[in-house]
C-alpha cells in the first residue's frame, strides 16, 4: 500500500524524540546548575517537541493498524483482515513495541502538562528532568530495542490476528487505564525526587501533584477492576483473581500508592511523615518498574504476560537504578527530612493514617514476596517453588480485614487528639447496627468464622461512614438552618475531597462484600449431560438442549442451548460456547452468566463428546455483582473529590506564617 | 516523501528547541505571581481550617479546649500569612483592591472578622 513511507516518518519521530530526550535531559541538569531562564524555556520547548514526535508515531501507527497494512510487522502480527475496527485500534497495546510506543505517548504528554503548567518552580526543572530521563529510556528502547516500525519484505497477505482473549471490550480498556496508572505516579515520583533534591522546604509538591496521584490511583483501580472483570467473563475458571504475577503487579503499586494518598494527608496537615512519604511514592513508581518488567521479561509465567527477555533486562536495569538512586537520596537527606512535629496521641486520625499505611504496605510486602518467591527459591535451591493463591489469601485476608475496619475507625477521629469517650459515643450506633446485621446473617445461616468476621467488620465500616454523614447533615442543619436534603448535598459538595474519599470506602466495602461471599460460599459442579438432561445446582436446575454450530463475523462457534428453571420456573436460556479463530490452535470459552444481586449463575462449555453429550463447569457465586457495583463507587466518588472547583481544594493545614512572610520579604 | 516530513518535522522540533534564546525572561514577574498564588492558597487553606474545626467540634469530635485553643493558634496563624499577602501587594506596587477576586476579598474579610471577633472578646474576658 501507499502509506508505507510513514514507516520511515514514525522511525525518524522517535529517534528524534530520543535525541530531544537526551538534550532536555542535559540542558534540565545544565539550566538546574547555572539557573539559566532561557535554557529552561528551551527544556520547556523540547518536551513539546517531544510530545510531537510520539504523538506522531502513535497517529502513524493507528494508521497502519486501521488501514490494515500488513507490511508492517507489527501489524500482521497482532491484527488480520476480519478483525472488528475496534480492536484493530486496540491492537496498540496488544504488543510490546505497541505498547510501549502507548507508554511513551502517555508519558510524554504528562510531561508537556508538567512543562506549561507554572507550578512549584523551584523544583520544576529539576522533577521535568527526572520525567525527561524516563522519556530518555522509553524513547531508546523504542528507537533501537524494540521497533514498532519494523517493515516485512516480501509483506505477507494476510495477519496473525489478535489474541482470542484480547478480544473483550474489558482488555480493550484494561491496559490503557493500568498505563495511565504507571504512568501517572512518574509525576508525584518526580517531584518528590525533585524537593529532596533541591531540599525544598514544605509540602507544596504533594499539593500540586495530589491530582496526578489521585488520578493515577483512580486508573489504576479501574485496570485492576477492568482486568478482574475481564478475567471473570473470559478465561473461564469462574473466578476473577488468581494472584497471578502480572495482576500482583499492578496490585502492589495499588496497595502502596492507596498508603502515599493517606500519608500525604498527614503531611499537608500536621507537617509529619515526610520520609516516609518520600518512601511510599518511590517505592510505589519502583513497583510499576518493576510490575513492567515481570510483564515484559517472561521471568514468571502468567496468563498475560509478554515475554521478550531483552527487554525485560532493560526494564530491570532502569528498576534497580530508580530503586537505589531514591534510595539515595532519602538516606542522604534524611536530615533535611525530619520530622517537624511528633505524635500527639495515640488515638488521632494521624495515628490510625499511620496505622493503615503500614498496613498496606505489609499487604503490598507480602504479595511481593510470594510473588517474587519463585525467583528466590530457584537462586536458592535451584528449584522454582510456585507460592499459590492460599498464600496470598492467608497472610492478607486478615490484613485486608484490619485495614477496612481503620477505613471505618479513622473518619470518626479528629486531626491532633481524640477522647476515647468521643470515639466510643461515635462507635456506638455502627456497632449496634453491624451487630443486628451479623444475628440476622447466622439465622439465615452465614457461620464461616471468616465470613462472620468478615461481614461484621464491613457492615460496622459500611454503617460508621453512613452514620459520619448523617451527623455531618445534621451539623450542618444545626449551623446553617438548612433543611435535610439541602444540606445533605452541600455537605457533599462543599468538602468533595472529604466525602469523595468517603464514597470510595462504601465502594470498598461493598467490593470486600461481594468477595467475601463469592470466595466463601461458591457452588461448582463439573458434570456431562445428554440432551434434555436436567442437572440440579442449588435451586438452579439446568437443562442441556444440544449444541449447535455458529459462524458470526470472524468467529466460527460451538454453541450450547441452555434452559434454566429456578425454584421449579423457568428463567433464562443461556448460551455458553467455545470459539474457534482463524490462526488460533485452541478454542476459546465463551461464559454465560446470569447475574443478579443476589448471585451470578455461571456456565461454561467445557467439551463435549458427541453432538448429544457435553461438559460443562457450572457454578453459583454469590453476591459478584456487589464487586462491580462498589467499583462503580470507588470510581464515582474519586471523579466526585477529583472534579476541579470548589471543595476539591486540599485540605488545610499547619502553617508556618512566619516563613512565608519572610520568604515574600 | 518521507524525507520532506522529515525534514519539517526536524526544523519544527529545532525552532521549539532554539527560539527561547531568543525572546527576553519574565522571570521576576512569574515569581512575585507565584508568590502571591501560594499566601492566596495557604489564606484559604487556614479559613477552611477554621471551619472545619468548628464543623468537627459540633459533629463531638473535639474536646471544647482543644477547640479553643486550636481557633486561636489558626487565626494567629491568618494574621501572618495576611500580612506577609500584603507586605508583598505593597512592595511590587500591585495593592489595588481590583486586581482580587470575590473569593479572595470573601476570605480576607471572614478573616479579619474573626479576628476582630476574637479580639473584642479578650477585651471583654
Same mark, same amino acid.
Given at each position: 500500500?501507499?502509506?508505507?513511507?510513514?514507516?520511515?516518518?514514525?522511525?525518524?519521530?522517535?529517534?528524534?524524540?530520543?535525541?530531544?530526550?537526551?538534550?532536555?535531559?542535559?540542558?534540565?541538569?545544565?539550566?538546574?546548575?547555572?539557573?539559566?531562564?532561557?535554557?529552561?524555556?528551551?527544556?520547556?520547548?523540547?518536551?513539546?517537541?517531544?510530545?510531537?514526535?510520539?504523538?506522531?508515531?502513535?497517529?502513524?501507527?493507528?494508521?497502519?493498524?486501521?488501514?490494515?497494512?500488513?507490511?508492517?510487522?507489527?501489524?500482521?502480527?497482532?491484527?488480520?483482515?476480519?478483525?472488528?475496527?475496534?480492536?484493530?485500534?486496540?491492537?496498540?497495546?496488544?504488543?510490546?513495541?505497541?505498547?510501549?510506543?502507548?507508554?511513551?505517548?502517555?508519558?510524554?504528554?504528562?510531561?508537556?502538562?508538567?512543562?506549561?503548567?507554572?507550578?512549584?518552580?523551584?523544583?520544576?526543572?529539576?522533577?521535568?528532568?527526572?520525567?525527561?530521563?524516563?522519556?530518555?529510556?522509553?524513547?531508546?528502547?523504542?528507537?533501537?530495542?524494540?521497533?514498532?516500525?519494523?517493515?516485512?519484505?516480501?509483506?505477507?497477505?494476510?495477519?496473525?490476528?489478535?489474541?482470542?482473549?484480547?478480544?473483550?471490550?474489558?482488555?480493550?480498556?484494561?491496559?490503557?487505564?493500568?498505563?495511565?496508572?504507571?504512568?501517572?505516579?512518574?509525576?508525584?515520583?518526580?517531584?518528590?525526587?525533585?524537593?529532596?533534591?533541591?531540599?525544598?522546604?514544605?509540602?507544596?509538591?504533594?499539593?500540586?501533584?495530589?491530582?496526578?496521584?489521585?488520578?493515577?490511583?483512580?486508573?489504576?483501580?479501574?485496570?485492576?477492576?477492568?482486568?478482574?472483570?475481564?478475567?471473570?467473563?473470559?478465561?473461564?475458571?469462574?473466578?476473577?483473581?488468581?494472584?497471578?504475577?502480572?495482576?500482583?503487579?499492578?496490585?502492589?503499586?495499588?496497595?502502596?500508592?492507596?498508603?502515599?494518598?493517606?500519608?500525604?494527608?498527614?503531611?499537608?496537615?500536621?507537617?509529619?511523615?515526610?520520609?516516609?512519604?518520600?518512601?511510599?511514592?518511590?517505592?510505589?513508581?519502583?513497583?510499576?518498574?518493576?510490575?513492567?518488567?515481570?510483564?515484559?521479561?517472561?521471568?514468571?509465567?502468567?496468563?498475560?504476560?509478554?515475554?521478550?527477555?531483552?527487554?525485560?533486562?532493560?526494564?530491570?536495569?532502569?528498576?534497580?537504578?530508580?530503586?537505589?538512586?531514591?534510595?539515595?537520596?532519602?538516606?542522604?537527606?534524611?536530615?533535611?527530612?525530619?520530622?517537624?512535629?511528633?505524635?500527639?496521641?495515640?488515638?488521632?486520625?494521624?495515628?490510625?493514617?499511620?496505622?493503615?499505611?503500614?498496613?498496606?504496605?505489609?499487604?503490598?510486602?507480602?504479595?511481593?514476596?510470594?510473588?517474587?518467591?519463585?525467583?528466590?527459591?530457584?537462586?536458592?535451591?535451584?528449584?522454582?517453588?510456585?507460592?499459590?493463591?492460599?498464600?496470598?489469601?492467608?497472610?492478607?485476608?486478615?490484613?485486608?480485614?484490619?485495614?477496612?475496619?481503620?477505613?471505618?475507625?479513622?473518619?470518626?477521629?479528629?486531626?491532633?487528639?481524640?477522647?476515647?469517650?468521643?470515639?466510643?459515643?461515635?462507635?456506638?450506633?455502627?456497632?449496634?447496627?453491624?451487630?443486628?446485621?451479623?444475628?440476622?446473617?447466622?439465622?439465615?445461616?452465614?457461620?464461616?468464622?471468616?465470613?462472620?468476621?468478615?461481614?461484621?467488620?464491613?457492615?460496622?465500616?459500611?454503617?460508621?461512614?453512613?452514620?459520619?454523614?448523617?451527623?455531618?447533615?445534621?451539623?450542618?442543619?444545626?449551623?446553617?438552618?438548612?433543611?435535610?436534603?439541602?444540606?445533605?448535598?452541600?455537605?457533599?459538595?462543599?468538602?468533595?475531597?472529604?466525602?469523595?474519599?468517603?464514597?470510595?470506602?462504601?465502594?470498598?466495602?461493598?467490593?470486600?462484600?461481594?468477595?467475601?461471599?463469592?470466595?466463601?460460599?461458591?457452588?461448582?459442579?463439573?458434570?456431562?449431560?445428554?440432551?434434555?438432561?436436567?442437572?440440579?445446582?442449588?435451586?438452579?436446575?439446568?437443562?442441556?438442549?444440544?449444541?449447535?454450530?455458529?459462524?458470526?463475523?470472524?468467529?466460527?462457534?460451538?454453541?450450547?442451548?441452555?434452559?434454566?428453571?429456578?425454584?421449579?420456573?423457568?428463567?433464562?436460556?443461556?448460551?455458553?460456547?467455545?470459539?474457534?479463530?482463524?490462526?488460533?490452535?485452541?478454542?476459546?470459552?465463551?461464559?454465560?452468566?446470569?447475574?443478579?444481586?443476589?448471585?451470578?449463575?455461571?456456565?461454561?462449555?467445557?467439551?463435549?463428546?458427541?453432538?448429544?453429550?457435553?461438559?460443562?463447569?457450572?457454578?453459583?457465586?454469590?453476591?459478584?455483582?456487589?464487586?462491580?457495583?462498589?467499583?462503580?463507587?470507588?470510581?464515582?466518588?474519586?471523579?466526585?473529590?477529583?472534579?476541579?472547583?470548589?471543595?476539591?481544594?486540599?485540605?488545610?493545614?499547619?502553617?508556618?506564617?512566619?516563613?512565608?512572610?519572610?520568604?515574600?520579604? | 516523501?518521507?524525507?520532506?516530513?522529515?525534514?519539517?518535522?526536524?526544523?519544527?522540533?529545532?525552532?521549539?528547541?532554539?527560539?527561547?534564546?531568543?525572546?527576553?525572561?519574565?522571570?521576576?514577574?512569574?515569581?512575585?505571581?507565584?508568590?502571591?498564588?501560594?499566601?492566596?492558597?495557604?489564606?484559604?487553606?487556614?479559613? %477552611?481550617?477554621?471551619?472545619?474545626?468548628?464543623?468537627?467540634?459540633?459533629?463531638?469530635? #473535639?474536646?471544647? &479546649?482543644?477547640? @479553643? +485553643? =486550636? !481557633?486561636?493558634?489558626?487565626?494567629?496563624?491568618?494574621?501572618?500569612?495576611?500580612?506577609?499577602?500584603?507586605?508583598?501587594?505593597?512592595?511590587? %506596587?500591585?495593592?489595588?483592591?481590583?486586581?482580587?477576586?470575590?473569593?479572595?476579598?470573601? #476570605?480576607?474579610? &471572614?478573616?479579619? @472578622? +474573626? =479576628? !476582630?471577633?476574637?479580639?473584642?472578646?479578650?477585651?471583654?474576658?
Amino acid at each position: 500500500m501507499d502509506n508505507l513511507f510513514l514507516a520511515n516518518v514514525g522511525s525518524f519521530a522517535l529517534v528524534l524524540g530520543f535525541l530531544i530526550s537526551a538534550y532536555a535531559v542535559v540542558a534540565g541538569i545544565i539550566a538546574i546548575r547555572s539557573n539559566n531562564p532561557a535554557l529552561s524555556e528551551s527544556v520547556k520547548g523540547a518536551s513539546i517537541a517531544i510530545a510531537l514526535t510520539t504523538t506522531i508515531a502513535i497517529v502513524i501507527m493507528e494508521v497502519f493498524l486501521l488501514s490494515g497494512q500488513f507490511a508492517i510487522q507489527y501489524v500482521a502480527h497482532y491484527t488480520s483482515s476480519d478483525l472488528p475496527l475496534f480492536y484493530r485500534f486496540s491492537a496498540l497495546w496488544a504488543g510490546n513495541e505497541g505498547s510501549l510506543l502507548l507508554w511513551a505517548w502517555i508519558l510524554s504528554i504528562y510531561s508537556l502538562a508538567i512543562s506549561l503548567n507554572n507550578i512549584v518552580p523551584r523544583i520544576k526543572p529539576i522533577a521535568l528532568t527526572i520525567l525527561n530521563i524516563n522519556n530518555l529510556f522509553f524513547l531508546f528502547l523504542l528507537s533501537f530495542i524494540s521497533k514498532p516500525f519494523v517493515i516485512l519484505n516480501p509483506p505477507p497477505v494476510e495477519g496473525n490476528g489478535l489474541n482470542p482473549l484480547l478480544q473483550n471490550p474489558g482488555m480493550v480498556i484494561h491496559p490503557i487505564t493500568v498505563y495511565l496508572g504507571y504512568v501517572g505516579f512518574a509525576v508525584p515520583f518526580a517531584f518528590a525526587m525533585a524537593a529532596v533534591i533541591a531540599k525544598y522546604p514544605g509540602d507544596e509538591w504533594i499539593k500540586v501533584t495530589r491530582r496526578w496521584t489521585v488520578l493515577a490511583w483512580l486508573f489504576l483501580s479501574l485496570g485492576n477492576l477492568t482486568g478482574m472483570e475481564w478475567a471473570y467473563v473470559e478465561l473461564g475458571w469462574g473466578g476473577y483473581w488468581a494472584w497471578d504475577p502480572v495482576e500482583n503487579a499492578s496490585f502492589m503499586p495499588w496497595l502502596t500508592g492507596s498508603a502515599f494518598l493517606h500519608s500525604v494527608m498527614v503531611q499537608e496537615r500536621k507537617d509529619m511523615l515526610k520520609v516516609w512519604n518520600i518512601f511510599l511514592i518511590s517505592i510505589t513508581y519502583v513497583l510499576t518498574l518493576f510490575g513492567t518488567f515481570l510483564t515484559r521479561s517472561g521471568i514468571l509465567s502468567s496468563v498475560h504476560a509478554f515475554a521478550d527477555q531483552s527487554l525485560g533486562r532493560y526494564f530491570l536495569v532502569f528498576t534497580v537504578l530508580a530503586l537505589f538512586g531514591s534510595l539515595y537520596l532519602l538516606i542522604d537527606r534524611l536530615n533535611f527530612l525530619r520530622e517537624g512535629k511528633e505524635f500527639e496521641s495515640v488515638f488521632s486520625k494521624e495515628s490510625s493514617f499511620l496505622l493503615n499505611n503500614l498496613l498496606l504496605v505489609g499487604a503490598a510486602f507480602a504479595t511481593f514476596w510470594g510473588t517474587t518467591f519463585p525467583l528466590f527459591s530457584e537462586l536458592v535451591t535451584g528449584e522454582k517453588v510456585t507460592v499459590g493463591a492460599p498464600f496470598f489469601n492467608t497472610v492478607n485476608v486478615p490484613i485486608f480485614l484490619a485495614f477496612i475496619l481503620l477505613m471505618g475507625i479513622c473518619p470518626l477521629i479528629a486531626w491532633r487528639k481524640a477522647s476515647v469517650s468521643h470515639i466510643l459515643r461515635n462507635f456506638t450506633v455502627p456497632l449496634f447496627l453491624a451487630l443486628a446485621v451479623i444475628i440476622y446473617l447466622l439465622v439465615i445461616g452465614i457461620r464461616k468464622p471468616w465470613a462472620v468476621a468478615s461481614y461484621f467488620i464491613n457492615f460496622f465500616v459500611l454503617f460508621a461512614t453512613l452514620y459520619e454523614i448523617f451527623k455531618g447533615v445534621k451539623t450542618r442543619v444545626k449551623l446553617t438552618g438548612e433543611n435535610f436534603v439541602k444540606a445533605l448535598i452541600n455537605l457533599f459538595v462543599k468538602n468533595r475531597r472529604r466525602y469523595g474519599g468517603y464514597i470510595i470506602h462504601i465502594g470498598l466495602v461493598l467490593i470486600a462484600i461481594g468477595i467475601t461471599g463469592s470466595s466463601l460460599y461458591d457452588i461448582e459442579k463439573n458434570v456431562t449431560l445428554t440432551t434434555n438432561e436436567k442437572i440440579t445446582i442449588k435451586n438452579y436446575t439446568i437443562e442441556f438442549k444440544g449444541l449447535r454450530e455458529v459462524r458470526m463475523n470472524n468467529v466460527d462457534a460451538v454453541v450450547a442451548d441452555i434452559d434454566v428453571y429456578q425454584d421449579g420456573k423457568y428463567l433464562t436460556r443461556l448460551n455458553p460456547s467455545k470459539n474457534f479463530y482463524p490462526n488460533e490452535p485452541n478454542p476459546t470459552s465463551e461464559v454465560a452468566i446470569k447475574g443478579s444481586l443476589k448471585e451470578d449463575l455461571y456456565v461454561v462449555l467445557a467439551g463435549w463428546e458427541n453432538q448429544d453429550t457435553a461438559i460443562f463447569k457450572i457454578k453459583v457465586n454469590p453476591l459478584i455483582a456487589w464487586i462491580w457495583i462498589g467499583g462503580y463507587f470507588l470510581i464515582f466518588g474519586t471523579v466526585f473529590a477529583l472534579w476541579p472547583g470548589k471543595g476539591a481544594e486540599m485540605g488545610p493545614r499547619v502553617i508556618s506564617g512566619l516563613s512565608l512572610a519572610k520568604e515574600a520579604e | 516523501m518521507a524525507i520532506v516530513i522529515d525534514i519539517l518535522l526536524l526544523a519544527l522540533c529545532g525552532f521549539l528547541v532554539i527560539y527561547p534564546f531568543f525572546i527576553k525572561s519574565t522571570d521576576e514577574t512569574k515569581r512575585t505571581a507565584s508568590l502571591k498564588e501560594k499566601l492566596l492558597r495557604d489564606k484559604e487553606a487556614i479559613f %477552611k481550617t477554621l471551619s472545619e474545626i468548628e464543623f468537627d467540634y459540633h459533629m463531638g469530635k #473535639i474536646a471544647r &479546649e482543644d477547640y @479553643e +485553643e =486550636l !481557633k486561636s493558634r489558626y487565626v494567629k496563624e491568618a494574621s501572618l500569612v495576611i500580612k506577609a499577602y500584603n507586605e508583598l501587594l505593597k512592595d511590587k %506596587k500591585q495593592s489595588n483592591l481590583e486586581d482580587k477576586t470575590q473569593v479572595e476579598r470573601d #476570605i480576607e474579610k &471572614e478573616i479579619e @472578622e +474573626e =479576628l !476582630k471577633r476574637l479580639r473584642n472578646k479578650k477585651r471583654r474576658g
